[in-house]
């Protein structure tokens, strides 16, 4: 699914590899001859991802916060993608010491590993969630953020820590503020998964969508390939060291288009069910690529009829596949 990139490492580690985005940048570095390890306490991600790589993967089932664990997964890379957290916005306002135990003190002992075990370079993932509701329109870097859940405040307490780990370390660390991801082996399980990996489950099953407010709340929405894309390009371009880009598609669509279009390509026309609006959901949330596009060279591969379709015939099959 993603086209290939000449890598400049051998060995890296993926904290995070069987979730959703981890496991197919494991799929991205095994096909460029990379040697892969993972380290995945499968809290939410799932072996699944990633059987179809047999032995050519290494993989630790632990933890990012034992310190012994990491520094066996990190031993011999180059470069450390690390992909590991909790992931729901809504479990970090339910429980904001335990989730920042991971968010926080997990992504600080990934540094602290690669600082220890001469990692080159380390790329995060962060989130256009430190923009907040800003409503300041595309969101850029230079923006102040504005974090309104635990969860942006743990992506940019990751960030600053990157961003020191370089000044005082000079660890090459690189953060992605990544937009509204979707793609194929997105979780659609719980009604905090992704809005699209839900709509698609519901579309294929006849069922009415469930929309929060009014729906035309914007997203600005990005295929997973091009998010694989944009993370072996911070491995890899030169000066980035300490960067934060942006990965996104500078465009958004409405949540109300987005059902539209979903429905329509499943060939069902149920009207959705609307509810209350989620507490603190943001109004509208749109990236400037220029600076990763300057920088890091990226531009996204996938527009957003050709991200959908190929998503689309992934939950066919597995839906298929459930059904048989
Ligand atoms: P995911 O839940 O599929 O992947 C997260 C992975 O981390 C899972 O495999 C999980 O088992 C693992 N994990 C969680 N806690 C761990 C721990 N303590 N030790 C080891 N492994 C642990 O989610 P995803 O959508 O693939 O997200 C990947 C990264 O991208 C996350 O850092 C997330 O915050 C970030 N992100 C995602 C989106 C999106 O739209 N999906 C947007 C912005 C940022
Ligand atoms: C998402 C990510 C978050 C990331 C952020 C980056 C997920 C689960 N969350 O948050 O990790 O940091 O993007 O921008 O991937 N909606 C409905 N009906 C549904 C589900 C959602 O109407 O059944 C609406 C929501 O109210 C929201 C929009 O769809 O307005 C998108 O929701 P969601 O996919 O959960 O993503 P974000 O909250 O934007």
Known sequence: MTSSLELYFSRALVTGGAGFIGSHLVDALVSAGCEVC????????????????????????????????????ARGCEVVFHEAAVVSVTK?????????????????????????????RVVLASSSAVYGDDPEMPKH????PKPMSPYAVQKLTGEYYARLYHELYDIETVSLRYFNVYGPRQDPSSPYSGVISIFMTRA??????????????????????DVVRANLMAAGAPGAGGGIFNVGTASAMTVNDLWRRIANLAGMDAAPVHAAPRAGDIRESRSSIANAAAALGFHPDYDFEKGIAATMAWYRERAERNAS
Do not use: C, W
């Open 141 to 144: 870097e230079k923006m102040r």
């Open 92 to 120: 970090t306002v339910a429980a904001p010491v335990e989730t920042a135990a991971v968010n926080d003190m997990g992504t600080l002992q990934v540094l602290e590993t690669a600082r220890r075990s001469g990692v080159r």
């Open 38 to 73: 993972i380290l995945d306490n499968l809290s939410s991600g799932r072996l699944e991802n990633l059987s179809h790589l047999g032995d050519r993967i290494t993989f630790i089932e632990g933890d990012i916060r034992d310190a012994g664990t990491l520094a066996e997964a």
């Open 204 to 225: 294929l099953s006849g069922e009415p969508p469930v929309i929060y407010g009014d729906g035309e709340q914007r997203r600005d929405f990005v295929f997973v390939a």
